[in-house]
RNA sequence: CGGGAUGUGGCGCAGUUUGGUAGCGCACUUGACUGGGGGUCAAGGGGCCGGAGGUUCAAAUCCUCUCAUCCCGACCA
């Protein structure tokens, strides 16, 4: 009797594969899981996050982990088609390396010690220490030392498009910074210099196609190439308010660059002759620049604040700033030639200055001193005493104490004056970094060994490019640039399905044939359709359209149709028209190619 | 890692001050009505209050520890 009841089960169940087929199954609403939120759940502060959580896109898992729903994952995998594309349209090729990397190839590269605990260390059963790779410089330089020994075997990129893990110190704002993330990485290996720039050349070139083949309004610009090292890099900014990146661009000229490396033009500073004697001014309890101007009623810009900082190379110098500006440390950092520079502590900066924090000043300072260009341009300012509520009034640099060296050492703001041409100013913005390449050199080839025979047979470090696209961050920025108070509006070449077409009232046969037609036209025409036959109100359905943002939306329902028409609407615009049933299908057709329309190249 | 906050059905929250054995909205199930912007009515199901320990006749509530999550900071003297 069983055998029987299996045979008699799994006939159907044949019956009914053959009967569908795939879209028929997943197209639609009703058999779809997407699960849609009406509120925003708590956890979730950036736009993009509560979006993606609401749509039905993600599920987080623990902090900083996320599951891609089906509807997520579309997006993703759209994503990741794009880059595909454009990598293997500039020659790079797609290989997968393992997630869990050996300690010994990271301890090759020193690495294993230099990267922190963002790096994920774990044993395995015979207690050999392992990794989760955060990015995969050792595994394929390995691979590359092993199999390539010939110039003529070059140039070579490999990319792949895999999961990464970094322990980040704070995960937060959903796939904006997530410690587990979907990542293209690419890695290229040239003979010399010259191969190498031509190879990030065309990552560069690659990269803006991808961006742009997205739909977004990024810029490309010049950043500081970091912990990874190497010699210039690039970060492709996608322009958003919640952006954690400050970026300048010129009003001008071509120049942009993350505020990390932007270059300000100082011209010739002159340094003014002193006017004002030095007086001892007591300050009590006056501790912050702010607090300093108001109780000597002067600007902040008559300050010059004296920072104390301790270095990787255990050195404790003094920086200088006019009062209203901002260290940048990444300046100090390269102009230092150190691994790192902190803010000293307290009890450090008592010790060096003799002052608690808040008074230190540059007059007879025992250490190092070294100031921003423009502090050369001033004259009676403001510094701190070394003594607790004391401050200078008419301080002046040579007379009063000595720099020993200017450079650019400040934070670039809105209307600084580019260093690439002459009379342009900055414009600030705030961008999602979603892609960083960079040009590696010799570093990891030199430390792990990697070299090739050239053509007069000498043995020759590659010469190396990585490059990365966070791919989950991109389809999130995409959210960020691109949303409205009623839910995300994705541009097309991202959004998970092209067209929705809302079945009004599923009850009435007229509309639900109409509705039924359309959808298999546009099946039939390769375009991604989902349709909403759902049995819920009309209210229920809009205000998910909305939500989850399908580019182009079909309304068929009984008071248009009986005219014979039905409704389309633009999600991005909301523009709204009518069209006959016959004219809506080219009319989609031609706006799905339109929306994912691009060349390449420009 | 420092600071702040929060953990109560799937989601959003109340209840904690003043201990008395868990509630609201949404969602969900069933039925009916309804059908162009989260509709109405009726009847239901679901949590032992993040976890552990303690105080007490009695703990979501008080105490201790712990875990998790979120935000700010970790450069601006």
């Known amino acids: 009797?069983?055998?029987?009841?299996?045979?008699?089960?799994?006939?159907?169940?044949?019956?009914?594969?053959?009967?569908?087929?795939?879209?028929?199954?997943?197209?639609?609403?009703?058999?779809?899981?997407?699960?849609?939120?009406?509120?925003?759940?708590?956890?979730?502060e950036v736009i993009s996050h509560q979006l993606m959580l609401r749509s039905g896109m993600i599920r987080k898992v623990a902090a900083g982990i996320y599951s891609y729903l089906p509807f997520g994952l579309r997006s993703l995998r759209k994503m990741e088609q794009i880059i595909r594309e454009e990598m293997d349209r500039a020659g790079a090729i797609e290989c997968l390396m393992p997630m869990a990397n050996p300690?010994?190839?990271?301890?090759?590269?020193?690495?294993?010690?230099?990267?922190?605990?963002?790096?994920?260390?774990?044993?395995?059963?015979?207690?050999?220490?392992?990794?989760?790779?955060?990015?995969h410089e050792e595994v394929i330089t390995d691979i590359i030392r092993n199999t390539v020994s010939s110039y003529r075997q070059l140039p070579l990129n490999l990319y792949q498009i895999q999961t990464k893990f970094r322990d980040e110190i704070r995960p937060r704002f959903g796939l904006?910074?997530?410690?587990?993330?979907?990542?293209?990485?690419?890695?290229?290996?040239?003979?010399?210099?010259?191969?190498?720039?031509?190879?990030?050349?065309?990552?560069?070139?690659?990269?803006?196609?991808?961006?742009?083949?997205?739909?977004?309004?990024?810029?490309?610009?010049?950043?500081?190439?970091?912990a990874i090292g190497g010699n210039f890099s690039h970060e492709f900014m996608v322009l958003a308010e919640s952006g954690e990146d400050g970026i300048v661009s010129c009003d001008s000229c071509e120049y942009a660059a993350n505020v990390e490396k932007a270059e300000i033009a100082y011209g010739d500073v002159e340094t003014p002759a002193a006017t004002l004697e030095l007086h001892k001014v007591a300050t009590p309890g006056q501790k912050t620049i702010e607090e300093v101007a108001v109780f000597l009623q002067l600007s902040p810009q008559q300050l010059v604040k004296t920072l104390i900082v301790q270095t990787s190379a255990d050195e404790i110098l003094a920086v200088l700033l006019r009062g209203d500006r901002e260290l940048n440390m990444i300046k100090l950092t390269n102009l230092l030639d150190v691994d790192w520079v902190l803010l000293a502590e307290d009890d450090v900066v008592k010790q060096t200055t003799g002052a608690p924090t808040g008074f230190a000043g540059p007059i007879g300072l025992k250490i190092r001193v070294i100031a921003d260009t423009e502090v050369k341009g001033?004259?009676?300012?403001?510094?701190?005493?070394?003594?607790?509520?004391?401050?200078?009034?008419?301080?002046?640099?040579?007379?009063?104490?000595?720099?020993?060296?200017?450079?650019?050492?400040?934070?670039?703001?809105?209307?600084?004056?580019?260093?690439?041409?002459?009379?342009?100013?900055?414009?600030?913005?705030?961008?999602?970094?979603?892609?960083?390449?960079?040009?590696?050199?010799?570093?990891?080839?030199?430390?792990?060994?990697?070299?090739?025979?050239?053509?007069?047979?000498?043995?020759?470090?590659?010469?190396?490019?990585?490059y990365g696209i966070g791919a989950g961050r991109t389809v999130a920025a995409a959210i960020e640039q691109n949303h409205?108070?009623?839910?995300?509006?994705?541009?097309?070449?991202?959004?998970?399905?092209?067209?929705?077409?809302?079945?009004?009232?599923?009850?009435?046969?007229?509309?639900?044939?109409?509705?039924?037609?359309?959808?298999?036209?546009?099946?039939?025409?390769?375009?991604?359709?989902?349709?909403?036959?759902?049995?819920?109100?009309?209210?229920?359905?809009?205000?998910?359209?909305?939500?989850?943002?399908?580019?182009?939306?079909?309304?068929?329902?009984?008071?248009?149709?009986?005219?014979?028409?039905v409704e389309l609407k633009i999600r991005k615009g909301g523009t709204m028209s009518m069209f006959s049933l016959d004219e809506i299908t080219p009319q989609l057709q031609q706006l799905v190619d339109a929306g994912l329309a691009f060349e390449p190249g420009k």
């Not at 294993?112 to 395995?124: I, T, V």
């Open 484 to 565: 409205d108070e009623n839910g995300m509006i994705l541009p097309m070449p991202l959004a998970p399905f092209q067209v929705l077409v809302t079945m009004l009232n599923p009850k009435d046969d007229l509309v639900r044939e109409a509705a039924e037609k359309l959808y298999q036209q546009l099946l039939d025409l390769n375009i991604e359709v989902l349709l909403d036959d759902r049995n819920e109100r009309p209210g229920i359905k809009f205000k998910d359209a909305d939500l989850i943002g399908i580019p182009l939306r079909v309304t068929v329902g009984a008071r248009n149709l009986k005219e014979g028409n």
């Open 378 to 466: 001033l004259a009676d300012f403001v510094v701190g005493g070394n003594a607790i509520d004391v401050h200078f009034t008419g301080a002046n640099q040579e007379r009063d104490f000595q720099i020993s060296q200017f450079s650019d050492l400040r934070q670039a703001v809105a209307g600084d004056p580019c260093s690439r041409c002459d009379g342009g100013k900055f414009e600030k913005w705030r961008g999602i970094e979603v892609g960083h390449i960079f040009k590696l050199g010799v570093k990891y080839s030199e430390a792990m060994n990697a070299t090739v025979l050239d053509a007069d047979g000498k043995t020759r470090p590659l010469v190396m490019g990585c």
């Open 103 to 135: 300690a010994e190839l990271w301890q090759e590269s020193g690495r294993w010690e230099k990267y922190g605990k963002e790096l994920l260390r774990f044993k395995d059963r015979k207690s050999a220490d392992f990794c989760m790779g955060p990015t």
């Open 176 to 226: 904006m910074r997530g410690r587990e993330f979907v990542m293209k990485d690419a890695y290229s290996f040239d003979l010399d210099d010259a191969g190498a720039d031509s190879s990030y050349a065309k990552m560069y070139q690659a990269y803006r196609n991808i961006f742009n083949r997205c739909g977004l309004n990024f810029r490309s610009v010049e950043a500081d190439s970091g």
């Open 1 to 44: 009797m069983l055998f029987y009841k299996i045979q008699v089960n799994f006939h159907h169940l044949s019956i009914h594969l053959n009967s569908l087929n795939e879209q028929e199954i997943f197209m639609r609403y009703s058999q779809y899981f997407l699960p849609t939120l009406k509120e925003t759940p708590a956890d979730a």
